[in-house]
Each structure stands twice: as C-alpha cells, then as structure tokens.
C-alpha cells in the first residue's frame, strides 16, 4: 500500500536537526516523491552506523542475493513488511533482530475511496520537517544496503484519511531513535514500541488527483487541495 514517499528536506537541514552527517553527502538529492516500484534510494540510519546517515536501495533484499533488485521485487514485493510477518520468515526476522534502520522522510501518502474516486492525502508535519520511519536493513555481498519500510496498525488519526488499508508506516520518535537501534533491546520490548506507539505530529493534506498517473511532474504535488467533494470533514477532525 504505501510504495511512494516523500523527502523534500535538504542536507543541512537533516544534518543540523539530527546531528548526524550524511556518509556519502553528494549523492543525496531532496525528492517530491520517492516511487519504490523505480528502484529509488532512500536515506537511513542504521544500527551498525547510528553516527551516519547511509543511503539504501528501497525493497530489501536476502542477503545473499545475486539477481536483479526489479526481479526479486516481481516476485516478492518488499518495499514495505507488514509487522506481522516478521515471524514467519526467517530473513525478516533475522534482520528485525540484528539490523533495524531509521529512514528519514517528510512524509508519506494514503488514499480514501469514496463513489467510485480515490482521493490522495499527503501526511507530514505541519512544520515541514524530517521524521523517522522504522525499517529493517540488509547488506549484500557488493556493499550495497537495501532496506524494508515496516508498517503495523494505523492510529486513529491516520485511519480518517484512508480506508483500503489499516496500517501505516511505524513513526519513531526522536526519543525512541536510540532504543530502535539499539542491538540489546529484546524482541519483546520491540514488539511493545510497536504496538504502542506514541502519538505523531502529523497532520494530513489532500492533494492533486495526478498522484495516480504514471510520467507526470511531481512539482508542485504536496500543495494542499480543497476539493468541493471531499470525503474528510476537516470540521471533524
């Protein structure tokens, strides 16, 4: 469900508000939308770096993987896990215990069906600023990172502004950042943070029906939209 992102912050901006540089600073690019069906790269902190933010591949992959990214993604799309599936594979589960990841965006996208017309909301803080994402990460054998964006049961927030999924990609608070690295936590205190998260300072924008279309600009897409047949009564939010 959640395959596009959206991280529009630059460098700076994400090495000053976290302190943490950026471990390959040129090949950074700030992206209106990040479509995981392109093989796109998406910034993250791992838990084997915590004090670089590295860049992945998006849709993770076994680590001894040899084929092409696009063709594991055909035939097992991981760009996102659900957190219930960590236990029926063992690479997930290998990988949930010993390499979590942070990936940083500005935000990311739901949808609501309403008469036959789906409508694309934009969900980031109402500042603009970078947050954090809980993924897992795995290395292959050339160097590169691919990574997993994990997604668990949507807040009551997020489910007002869809209604073909409930789930939403895990939020982790800056105060929870080092306990999510963190290689000593147990399962169990990683299955509670999950479970219970804390609220979120996301605040959702519809946005243009183009969303959908394939081979448009994303320009100016994040701008919020007023839609006279819109399915959300902001007044009762």
Not at 133 to 161: C, H, M, P, R, W
């Amino acid at each position: 469900m959640y395959y596009k992102l959206s991280n529009t912050a630059e460098r700076n901006q994400i090495e000053q508000l976290f302190k943490i540089p950026f471990k390959y600073p040129n090949l950074y690019r700030p992206e209106i939308v990040i479509n995981g069906f392109m093989e796109s790269s998406i910034p993250i902190i791992t838990g084997e770096e915590p004090d670089k933010v590295s860049l992945g591949i998006w849709g993770i992959l076994p680590e001894d993987y040899r084929d092409d990214w696009s063709a594991f993604q055909n035939m097992s799309n991981t760009l996102t896990i659900d957190e219930k599936m960590l236990d029926d594979s063992s690479w997930y589960k290998t990988a949930f215990e010993r390499r979590r990841c942070l990936i940083i965006v500005t935000g990311f996208f739901t949808t609501f069906l309403q008469k036959g017309t789906i409508y694309p909301y934009y969900l980031g803080r109402s500042d603009g600023a970078p947050f954090f994402l809980a993924g897992i990460y795995n290395k292959l054998n050339d160097g590169f990172i691919t990574a997993s964006l994990l997604v668990g049961e949507a807040d009551s927030y997020v489910q007002k502004f869809q209604n073909l999924t409930k789930t939403m990609p895990v939020v982790v608070p800056e105060n929870h950042t080092q306990l999510w690295l963190d290689q000593s936590i147990s399962l169990g205190g990683l299955r509670e943070m999950m479970a219970n998260p804390l609220p979120n300072k996301l605040k959702a924008n519809p946005i243009a029906k183009d969303f959908f279309k394939n081979n448009i600009s994303y320009d100016s897409m994040l701008t919020p939209l007023d839609y006279s047949d819109n399915p959300i009564d902001e007044n009762e939010l």
